[in-house]
């Protein structure tokens, strides 16, 4: 839908104002209006974790289709999980017995896990799809900047220019590790930045103490210097920004050693990073090992072996990653996906192994997920070129998260994925709140007549529940500021203020009142 | 005294490693004083020798060369890294004096293609040669070649641009990046140098040309089918030029000469080409003085000597303007000068064999592309921003999340780590050795160093005695020491605690030096 006919479509019943934070949101069911309009308000405080399993994960092995345990075992004869060890998460599937952190987790509706993800015509190189995964591209279509990138590059318009500062403290994306994902890259310039650990980083940029020297001359070499100087400066800053939120919050639940689990590892630095107060967008972890051609079970017993391990550390790194969010007070604030460049084969190698594949399950965690299983169990019969078809495509998963958890509006998600993909119920609609104590009680909050305001002004009438200090701003589509109006210490009861709209260009318009800790939202739009 | 006036001044070490550094990927000082030892014109001269094309890159699997298959691969992403391997590779040639490779670069910047639209290895690596062989030679003859080049007929839809369907998209490009630029839009669709209608009308002399589905890789085909025979007519821009339209086999190639030879008639087009010289050579600022006193004179030299590249190249590489302090390491080094002029200056070998020489070669070029400088995938058709982009320029090179890339690559020079290859760790004891004629002065190793790592812009005394306080003497450590020390070692070399108390000190020294700003100015 075009924003333009949006605004005339949706400018009748904003008359009813909706709360952006309230529970209000509970009683909506997702809608076009809705959405646009929640996605209107940028949600700022939350953050991604996207979980790399590198080598291309065994799906079949990791949710074990239990409605088709004949063709199963049939197929998988050596290394086929015996069912009675599978951990059920429904009548129909299970999964990997070495899951049961992840299994805790759909018990305790903290798990959602998407059927059947690849793309039409899917590619069986590594290099290959684990690009298309990165980029968001077609099977056919090579591209430079990555899904990831391209989204944060709508949070941080020309990053990193100016970067950091004040409203921009900290990296919009950080990889743990050397080297930086193609997902992270934007079109132009890497979002992120790629950091062993925050103590290393602030190493790399701080251990050798450097000197100050005085400015150099202003000569032509001179000035280069001093920028690179500058920009020392600058990553320094980062640098510091990160290693003091790492060192703000300590780990409170115990992560295996990095010889033991490498991703609890990762997992446990960005627990400390979020619960530190980093406000980085969106983190990239990795673990590999998962190309499983030969012996991913041990022939003694199948639940054990390469596979086992690795879905073990997985699970133990997600589990105990939220444990400690929990006990650190974030986990509604963290969202965490896996994603593998592909699945394998349906039937088994003679190697006690798979080989490579197409279409496999998507795991995303969090307090916020709409918990459960979206599509059903691939069938193991039904086969495009002896490989599981697919059901969703994996840019349905970007486009829903990005859109369900970071509010992102149709531009963004078109600069992210290029276009619109088949939305997913991956995040509870009423997630979009705070809390309720944070939002105005009644739905008759705010309001604003005229809307759609076309010459003159328009008067913005609230109630405050009670006595409050008010801040009243408006800021565009984007969530910029445009201007702060007159508010202060006001009393319980209804306030109105008339807003003078001359100076406003056409479009749509976000007017947020502050009361104390209470927030309302609704928007307005100027047409000439 | 003319800017571009032949340097008469003092002809050292320091003006020639300029030059050096400008026209070469060569960073060592032998290097330097090799070209210091000869006059300016014949150093200059030496840098401009055409060289034979290199051999086609080769398949590590077949030990064969893949290029001229008359079709394409199936697996054609695979190829794609190892041609960027195999143009990478030959900017790796420590004591390769010759401004070929920096030239190709430079015209890659300018006629840009992306390997991931071009989307077929033999094109890239024909449209690379076709960058090799032009580099120095006619600039009109080398954009006929470009135009009709393979790799660029598929990257600006040349080869989808038919009489009953024009493509614009290589005409644009052709006037607004490649040859005349475009200039302030004087009225509607009038960008002073050319207008709209004028993109239409080349587009219609370059219809016909295909890319071959199956055939020779190296060569485009002419379908005058496709092509449209109708006169095209050109604005006043272009002094009303009719280009008579023609039908049959040589059609397209004809008319391409007709269309060439107007757009060179322009003056503006030779502007253009000197000004995008002067940024990747000297220095991205074009003040009004350099516009009159640098650009406007090489670019009428440029003219009447019928476009030829090199004669303009040897004017402004020997010219007084070139070797002003001014211009001397003004320039923010890109990562491919950072990360190629890094593995020269210290004369790693890469593997000999193929797979791993590719493995290592595709290591260090993804270094490059970290930090933003993809060859073979520039972001646009215009290059890298760092070249046209006002007002950064070169400073684009240079960020929060590029600058820890350069300092994770020398640290691990240094002191190795992660996946940095082992063959690739400097000896910094032997290194101290080759420099310094006498490393037991602690005073005099500190010199040495910093004077042969960083040559664009020389230590002020401040960094050098910050550096000898905290490098070679850390922990309070006074030069008696390190002077004995530096003998205890050299006494009994094998001596494990002798040699780590002196290479401990030398790593520093050189980890610092690498962060300085100084050591990314060229």
Redesign the interface.
Known sequence: MKRRSFLKTAAPVLATPLLMNGLKLNALSRSPVFDELASALAVTDRYLVLIQLNGGNDGINTVIPLDQLSVYNQVRSRIAIPESKALKISDASALHPAMTGIQTMFKDGMATLIQGVTYPNPNQSHFRSTDIWMTGSDSNQYIGSGWAGRYLTTEYPNYPKGYPNAQYPDPPAIQIGAVMPLALMGPSQNMGLAIQDPNTFYTTMNAIAQGNYPAPPATKPGNELAFIRQVQGESKQYSKTIKDAYDKATNKVTYPTAQQNSLAVQMATVARLIAGGLKTRIYVVQIGGFDTHALQVDDADTTTGAHATLLGRVSESVALFYQDLKQLGVQDKVLSMTFSEFGRRVEANGSAGTDHGTAAPMFVFGTQVNPGIIGVNPSLTDLDNQNLKMQHDYRSVYFSVLKQWFGADSAALRTAVFRDFPELPIIKTSSTSVSENDAFATAAALSNYPNPVANGGTTIRYTLPDAAEVNIRIMDANGRMITTLAGGYQQAGTQQLHFDANGLANGMYIIEVRAGLRRAATTMVVER | MGALDPYSGRWDERKAAHLMRRATFVTTRAKAKELAAKTPAQAVDMLLTEKPAPPAPLDPDTNQTWVNSTTPNT?D??YRPRVKSWWFEMMLKPDDLNITEKLTLCWHNHFAT????V?DSRFQYFHNQTLRRNCMGNFKEFVRQITIDNGMLRYLNGDQNTNTRPNENYARELQELFTIGKGKEIAPYDYTTYTEDDIRAAAKVLTGWRTPRVGDPSKSTFNAAQHDTRDKQFSKNYGNTVIKGRSGATAGADELNDLLTMIFAQQATAKYIVRKLYRWFV?Y?ITQQTEDTVIAPLAAQFAQGNYEIKPVLRTLLLSEHFYD????????MSPLDFVAGFINKFGFQLPAVLADRYTTLQYFA?LAA?M?Q?IM?P?SVAGW?AYHQEP?Y??QW????????R??LT?ASVIGG??YPRAFIINTLDYCEKVCANPSSAKQLVNDVADDLCT??PL?Q??RD?LLT?TLLVGGATEALWTAAWGAYKANPTNATAKKTVEDRTK?LF??LF????F??M
């Open positions: 697996q992403f695979l992306e390997s991931d639209v989307n220095h600022e302090e001014q211009n001397i390491g003004a320039m923010i993804t970290a933003q993809n995938d972001p921003t950064d070169y400073r240079m960020n929060s999340a590029t600058l820890p890339l300092y994770n640290d992660g996946r664009a812009y002020t401040d960094e910050y905290n520093l980890v610092n962060r300085l700003a100084e990314h100015l």
